[in-house]
């Protein structure tokens, strides 16, 4: 999920040849209301309403099963806690 338009994300994606969608969320509504912006840019800056990096699973009802934000970008879940998590809401 990403502020960018949806017109960006579609180039993008056809670049890139992705095999998934990409989530536009420019007015920051979305992260605001899932508490995953990144407070560090406030209003005017160039970074606001960015989220913090993170993984969400969210099933065909658009329940969210599984959500991980991590503050530091350099910093991520361990492959076997999403795996487990992700495991653990889809059996």
Do not use: C, W
């Not at 912006?37 to 969210?64: C, K, Q, T, W």
């Not at 991980?68 to 795996?83: G, I, L, Q, W």
């Amino acid at each position: 999920m990403t502020y960018d338009a949806p017109e960006v994300l579609s180039d993008f994606v056809l670049d890139k040849d992705l095999g998934y969608a990409l989530l536009s969320d420019p007015d920051g509504a979305y992260v605001t209301a899932l508490g995953i912006r990144n407070d560090e840019y406030g209003p005017g800056h160039p970074g606001f309403g960015i989220p913090h990096p993170g993984i969400m699973l969210v099933d065909p009802s658009r329940a969210i099963l599984y959500k991980a934000a991590m503050e530091d970008y350099r910093k991520r879940p361990s492959f076997e806690s999403v795996f487990d998590a992700v495991s653990g809401a889809v059996q």
